[in-house]
């Protein structure tokens, strides 16, 4: 039996990033030298043939090839355009080939070719399959339309508007070759089966007519590419309002030869209908006499063809209906849609009258839905493969599950009709056999067959049918009798309980519960998983009972362990883990009582489930939710944990393509939920090099664990992994973009808050690289490159605040220099200088927290001793008014812009980012932060004193003259200026400029001095700025 997931499982069929990583990793395994490669294809047909047979061999090496042949692997061993070409020619020429398998692997290797150098590098190609068609050898043919098929459902795919209507004109030029081809293909095959028929040595006759099973192929590939052609090669009817002339040509014609050739197939002689499509497709279903499974295809091809039908939506009427046109005026588009769907609409009505629709329905439930005799045998020799082929098949490959869509959709177009129609047979069924019976009667199939049909249809038979009435009256007596002849009815109410779900009230739910709990311990295992399934309904309900659930947790468990024991088949085994997951969800910390069994449990599942990666993937997102659940009491399953994470993140191990990613989602609920790294997950983490080594497909949670590591680790943490970590953020802030570099820069930022001296040093890789980032040119068009610039800008201010003197070793560092310089960004020998110029210029960019980080360093540079920063004091002040001022209006609950985690960047990316243990540890941190600690105002106002010590007081004193009085004003409104300069003289008592008389005016509204004595004529004028621009003068 195949893989398959069940619906309730996670639905993950090789996303498109491992599909393609697994291509890139086969393309590097399998590549040749660079000489042998080139003289490889130049073989010609040699060569070609014997790609071919190893695509036979291996089907993945067609990827690899068509990867190379289109330039897909970008690296030295590449072929160039010249050999693409030849390549491409060579297959052409040799389409031609005996073996169908090799011709096989020919098509589908050059559909691949096709759909990437489609027209551009290849615009010849239909024109040479087109020249190959005119040859009189059926082979040859055969062989061309097999590529063409193949290429034409490649370039179908392609969405673009310029690729759409490269596919209208291949199909103008196409499409009238093919349909006439086709139609001398029925009449040559009619001719044949005719003489064919005549004769009894038939066998003999096929074995030495192989052009006539070549033209058999051929006439089905030009059905196919015909179907293709006229679904991507024409706009539809309903969008354009216009006829499609190839549509109304085709299908009479395809009709008439379904008809022609039905004669010769034995179960249908004689019977042929002469009916148009919808007539003829519900005679072949209604009619009891052609009832028979020997043409069972043919009767899943009819229903899905009413089914479609039914469900058109361009069919369904307009409630204003036909649109009358009384003016000259042509009608809209719309309007006519809105006529088309009137005429179909009376067109079904004829087809599909009342009595014909009661007459299907009947025909569905009595005929369709009731067990065979072969099915009952299936059932008895595989019970458990029986119930998966029964609800997890495609709709579409079993006559049975295909007959239940089509009812379903009957039902939802007609349910005032067929109600009360199927309530008369359930009820009538329910007479035939009572709840008691125990012998397999016709009456039994029935019922089994009616509960079918209501349980499809619950939400419209409940305003005919009391549930509670249902259940108390028949359906518990039928559960509790447990013959086996009963396992057919104990099954369909398992799962008829899990579909009337909603209209199941008050006390009797509890009565459903236990019922179906009852259920998993029944004897056929069929049952049992039926039950699973209707209980996992059950308590995801919003209305569900914790209560009733917690007095069947012990049995569930006991249940679910018994009944993994038992299943052979995967998806049993997955179906009964996606149970244990809901319950899991549900029980929250009463799961601690069963912690150890379940960790045994999920041992043994793990170890049997070897090479099973769905049946794995399916295991660790129940284990992420039984994390969870135990919270602070989850080291009680490490013994078990670590082992099963040691071998998901590993990127080593053979299935590290499929299991990586909910392993890594796994590890970062374990971090989540641990109350402390012990030393087992420190020693994981070294695993997050490989995994940042192999892609970035996973970079958001690895952040999120670093994060983890940070916070919880501490310095134990930083010691034993500091190397790593330094080389995964080097990895990373020179490779991803900027959305991947907004996910790191926030765990950067918080190694150097918790860890400003012991972690610059094992990152001053990734520093540099952010020093390199945040003084590049941003982008006015691109605000996210905006964001990581002042981003990068603010933790490379906050590590100036926090480690000046690292920042300083950091920044003379001779090749950082040189390759900033390279770049072209002018920095004039001095870093510094630059980081405050950007400082300066790029604030209004930056956030709340990240614009006070940038005032606080910019305030630490007027300590250093750097000759030019004297110049820059005007810019400096200004942004550091701005903060204080800002700052004050900003309340404390604020949080707006914080990214000192990137979790609280993204809280909605994990469901497990929110527990007690992070949330409380991270709220911590973030309380503790300096920079959102420090009072800037007393930080500006030493800073300044010890500034003018440094630089001199007629130095400072110049630089503050120069700043305008209004920015003077703010200043002083900042740092409370007046009240400052009367009790605390800033500049160590020397503060006198003594200017001449006819500079009065200008001192007074050009100077910012903290206090100017003027001298004139031998009098003494004080000048002391008071408010916001005021003056004041005193003799």
């Avoid at 690296?75 to 355009?81: A, K, L, R, T």
């Avoid at 398998?101 to 559909?111: D, E, F, G, P, R």
């Avoid at 339309?145 to 179908?156: A, I, Q």
């Avoid at 409104?973 to 005016?1001: D, T, Y």
Wanted: aromatic share 8%.
């Amino acid at each position: 039996m195949c893989r398959r997931c069940t619906p309730s499982s996670p639905t993950r069929s090789a996303p498109t990033r491992r599909r393609d990583g697994r291509r890139r990793q086969l393309s590097r395994s399998a590549r040749p030298a660079p000489d042998s490669a080139h003289a490889y294809w130049r073989s010609s047909r040699q060569g070609v043939c014997l790609v071919a047979k190893m695509c036979v061999c291996s089907p993945l090496f067609i990827l690899r090839t068509a990867s190379v042949a289109t330039g897909g692997v970008r690296d030295s061993y590449g072929i160039s355009n010249e050999e693409k070409d030849h390549l491409r020619k060579t297959l052409l020429v040799n389409i031609r080939e005996e073996n169908s398998q090799i011709a096989l692997q020919l098509a589908v290797l050059i559909s691949k070719i096709a759909r990437l150098d489609y027209p551009k590098e290849w615009p010849d190609l239909f024109s040479v399959l087109a020249q190959q068609l005119q040859s009189a050898d059926v082979l040859a043919s055969h062989r061309v339309f097999m590529v063409l098929f193949r290429t034409l459902k490649e370039l179908s795919t392609k969405r673009l508007a310029v690729d759409q209507r490269n596919y209208a004109e291949i199909t103008s030029h196409l499409f009238e070759y093919t349909w006439n081809l086709w139609k001398s293909d029925v009449q040559t095959i009619l001719q044949n089966l005719s003489m064919l028929s005549q004769r009894s040595d038939i066998d003999s006759i096929l074995e030495q007519s192989n052009d006539l099973m070549l033209i058999c192929n051929r006439w089905l590939l030009c059905l196919k590419i015909i179907r293709q052609l006229i679904f991507s090669g024409y706009a539809s009817d309903s969008t354009t309002g216009q006829e499609i002339w190839q549509v109304r040509e085709v299908c009479p014609t395809v009709l008439t030869a379904i008809q022609s050739l039905l004669p010769y197939y034995s179960a249908y002689k004689d019977k042929q209908a002469k009916l148009s499509t919808v007539d003829f497709c519900l005679n072949m279903i209604t009619n009891p006499e052609q009832g028979s499974t020997s043409f069972e295809e043919f009767l899943i091809q009819s229903m899905v063809f009413v089914k479609s039908v039914l469900e058109c939506k361009e069919y369904k009427p307009s409630p204003t209906g036909r649109v009358i046109n009384e003016t000259s005026q042509p009608l809209s588009l719309e309007q006519r849609k809105k006529n088309f769907a009137s005429v179909a609409s009376d067109m079904l009505k004829i087809v599909l009258p009342g009595d014909r629709v009661m007459l299907l329905c009947n025909i569905l439930i009595r005929r369709y839905f009731i067990y065979t005799a072969k099915d009952l045998e299936e059932w008895s020799v595989n019970p458990e493969s029986f119930h998966h082929e029964q609800n997890l098949v495609q709709w579409t490959e079993k006559q049975r599950p295909c007959a239940e869509a089509l009812f379903i959709v009957i039902f939802e177009k007609y349910r005032e009709l067929l109600a009360p129609v199927v309530v008369s047979i359930l009820r009538e069924a329910m007479a035939l056999s009572p709840p008691l019976e125990t012998d397999l009667t016709a009456g039994m199939l029935l019922k089994d067959a009616a509960y079918t049909a209501a349980g499809h249809v619950y939400y419209e038979l409940s305003n005919y049918l009391s549930f509670n009435e249902w259940f108390h009256g028949s359906l518990s007596i039928e559960i509790s009798n447990g013959h086996p002849n009963m396992r057919i009815i104990r099954r369909k109410i398992a799962l008829l309980l899990g579909q009337w779900i909603s209209e199941i009230k008050g006390d009797t739910r509890k009565l459903v519960y236990h019922a179906l709990v009852g259920l998993l311990q029944d004897s056929d295992i069929a049952v049992r998983l039926a039950a699973c399934s209707s209980l996992c309904y059950l308590f995801q309900e919003s209305s569900f009972s914790e209560l009733d659930l917690f007095e069947c947790l012990p049995t569930c468990w006991t249940m679910c362990f018994k009944l993994t024991e038992d299943a052979q088949e995967f998806d049993s085994k997955v179906q009964v883990l996606n149970f244990i997951s809901v319950l899991l969800e549900h029980v929250g910390d009463k799961v601690i009582p069963f912690a150890s069994q379940l960790s045994q449990f999920f041992q043994k599942i793990w170890d049997e489930s070897a090479g099973e990666s769905l049946l794995q993937i399916q295991l660790l997102a129940a284990l992420r939710t039984f994390v969870s659940s135990l919270g602070y009491q989850s080291p009680l399953s490490y013994h078990m944990l670590i082992r099963i994470l040691q071998s998901g993140i590993n990127v080593d191990s053979p299935d590290a393509l499929n299991l990586l990613e909910d392993s890594v989602l796994l590890w970062e609920a374990t971090l989540s939920n641990a109350p402390s790294i012990v030393s087992q997950l420190l020693d994981l983490f070294p695993y997050i090099v490989g995994i940042v080594n192999r892609s970035f497909d996973h970079l958001e949670v690895t952040i999120n664990i670093i994060e983890d590591y940070t916070i919880f680790g501490g310095l134990e943490f930083l010691k034993r992994h500091g190397a790593s970590l330094g080389n995964i953020l080097d990895t990373i802030v020179g490779n991803v973009n900027d959305k991947g570099l907004l996910t790191t820069l926030p765990v950067i930022d918080l190694l150097v808050q918790i860890f400003p001296q012991e972690a610059p040093p094992l990152i001053s890789s990734a520093l540099q690289k952010l020093i390199f980032i945040c003084l590049s040119q941003d982008d006015e068009h691109n605000p996210s490159r905006t964001t990581v610039c002042a981003s990068a800008g603010a933790i490379v201010a906050r590590l100036l605040v926090m480690n000046t003197n690292f920042t300083g070793q950091l920044l003379s560092e001779p090749a950082l220099l040189a390759s900033i310089q390279q770049t072209g960004i002018s920095v004039n020998n001095n870093l510094l200088l630059t980081l405050v110029d950007m400082w300066i210029d790029k604030v209004d960019d930056a956030n709340v927290i990240q614009q006070k980080g940038y005032a606080m360093a910019l305030s630490v540079i007027l300590t250093l001793h750097v000759p030019q920063v004297i110049d820059r004091l005007d810019g400096i002040l200004s942004v550091c008014t701005t903060v204080i001022i800002g700052g004050r209006e900003v309340t404390e609950d604020d949080t707006s812009g914080d990214i000192t985690s990137s979790s609280w960047l993204n809280t909605d990316n994990s469901v497990y980012s929110n527990t007690e243990s992070k949330e409380l540890r991270k709220r911590q941190v973030k309380e503790s932060d300096p920079v959102k600690q420090a009072s800037l105002e007393n930080m500006l106002r030493d800073n300044l004193k010890a500034c003018a010590a440094l630089h001199g007081d007629v130095t400072f004193n110049a630089a503050m003259s120069r700043i305008h009085p209004a920015a003077f004003a703010q200043l002083q409104q900042a740092l409370n200026i007046s009240k400052w300069c009367r009790e605390s003289p800033p500049f160590h008592g020397v503060h006198v400029i003594r200017i001449q008389f006819c500079h009065l005016m200008h001192s007074v509204f050009q100077s910012c001095c903290w206090c100017c004595t003027l001298l004139m004529m031998k009098v003494t004028w004080t000048v002391d700025l008071t408010g916001v621009g005021g003056l004041a003068f005193y003799r």
